[in-house]
């Protein structure tokens, strides 16, 4: 996967799930400097509505922040990778039924709300006090942080010096329920402020559309192609890129592409995306 990475024109990765990459900060410092690639993540999953679940998150948290800094600091990398925390998404039933067109009643209680918001900042202040890194939540459809103002109520009830956003436009315009491209441009502007790093994906009208129509489930949905590739969708990234490019904290984009078995070449797809990027000057 590296190979194709760097074949394909990539400089950076996230980690993958645990295991897929090597686990030893010298195995993977090679992997990385061999390649001249920056290890900028790690998606981190915690089951944060329950109490019962955060000491294990926050364990877990830290074995893989601690990979991330050493691998960092072997390479001498200019910006330190940051730890994507998430909730543990597609884990209740409601919220993953109805992915794309959540209601506020499917949501989070108030007690509720602040045992999630709770156990977010205990994670992130762990990994920077143990680690120095930084954390940023993933907002992510099927998870109990999807919506807009679901994101908006998460980060009032959580410590904007430990939690940053990673903002990623597929997920935001498909969790919008709406299929208005100026969704995006709103949600950039409405948590600028909190958005230390950003994932490219796309997100197709048509399939959204039929998805919430037919009530599909957030599974059915993805293997449909709602997240389709760069420039097939209703995200206008040339905007996305004038926002990005007038904020000189912004270094580095993730493309984020979803490439389940039976929908082509993982390569294939990436290459697309990279040349629709390059069109676009990135």
Same mark, same amino acid.
């Given at each position: 996967?590296?190979?194709?990475?760097?074949?394909?024109?990539?400089?950076?990765?996230?980690?993958?799930?645990?295991?897929?990459?090597?686990?030893?900060?010298?195995?993977?410092?090679?992997?990385?400097?061999?390649?001249?690639?920056?290890?900028? %993540?790690?998606?981190?999953?915690?089951?944060?509505?329950? /109490?019962? %679940?955060?000491?294990?998150?926050?364990?877990?948290?830290?074995?893989?922040?601690?990979?991330?800094?050493?691998? #960092?600091?072997?390479?001498?990398?200019?910006?330190?990778?940051?730890?994507?925390?998430?909730?543990?998404?597609?884990?209740?039933?409601?919220?993953?039924?109805?992915?794309?067109?959540?209601?506020?009643?499917?949501?989070?209680?108030?007690?509720?709300?602040?045992?999630?918001?709770?156990?977010?900042?205990?994670?992130?202040?762990?990994?920077?006090?143990?680690?120095?890194?930084?954390?940023?939540?993933?907002?992510?459809?099927?998870?109990?942080?999807?919506?807009?103002?679901?994101?908006? /109520?998460?980060?009032?009830?959580?410590?904007?010096?430990?939690?940053?956003?990673?903002?990623?436009?597929?997920?935001?315009?498909?969790?919008?329920?709406?299929?208005?491209?100026?969704?995006?441009? %709103?949600?950039?502007?409405?948590?600028?402020?909190?958005?230390?790093?950003?994932?490219?994906?796309?997100?197709?009208?048509?399939?959204?559309?039929?998805? /919430?129509?037919?009530?599909?489930?957030?599974?059915?949905?993805?293997?449909?192609?709602?997240?389709?590739?760069?420039?097939?969708?209703?995200?206008?990234?040339?905007?996305?890129?004038?926002?990005?490019?007038?904020?000189?904290?912004?270094?580095?984009?993730?493309?984020?592409?979803?490439?389940?078995?039976?929908? %082509?070449?993982?390569?294939?797809? #990436?290459?697309?995306?990279?040349?629709?990027?390059?069109?676009?000057?990135?």
């Amino acid at each position: 996967m590296l190979d194709e990475l760097v074949e394909t024109g990539y400089t950076g990765t996230e980690l993958g799930d645990w295991g897929f990459m090597p686990t030893t900060p010298d195995a993977l410092s090679a992997e990385m400097k061999s390649r001249r690639l920056t290890m900028l %993540g790690a998606f981190v999953p915690v089951f944060l509505k329950d /109490r019962a %679940g955060h000491a294990d998150g926050q364990a877990n948290a830290l074995k893989i922040a601690r990979l991330l800094a050493a691998t #960092a600091e072997n390479n001498h990398q200019v910006q330190p990778p940051f730890l994507v925390l998430a909730d543990e998404n597609d884990s209740d039933p409601i919220r993953s039924e109805n992915a794309g067109r959540i209601r506020p009643d499917m949501g989070l209680s108030d007690a509720e709300w602040q045992i999630f918001a709770q156990g977010a900042d205990r994670v992130a202040r762990a990994v920077l006090d143990e680690t120095g890194l930084r954390t940023v939540f993933h907002h992510h459809c099927a998870g109990y942080v999807e919506t807009p103002d679901e994101i908006a /109520r998460f980060l009032d009830l959580t410590d904007p010096d430990l939690l940053g956003l990673v903002f990623d436009t597929g997920h935001y315009l498909y969790g919008s329920g709406r299929n208005d491209p100026q969704i995006v441009q %709103g949600g950039l502007e409405r948590f600028a402020d909190r958005i230390w790093y950003l994932h490219f994906k796309d997100c197709q009208p048509d399939i959204a559309a039929q998805a /919430r129509t037919e009530h599909w489930d957030y599974l059915t949905a993805v293997g449909h192609g709602v997240f389709c590739e760069l420039g097939q969708g209703n995200v206008d990234f040339p905007a996305v890129l004038d926002w990005l490019r007038s904020r000189t904290d912004q270094r580095w984009v993730l493309v984020e592409q979803d490439v389940l078995p039976g929908m %082509g070449a993982p390569k294939e797809s #990436a290459e697309r995306n990279r040349a629709y990027l390059k069109s676009l000057g990135l």
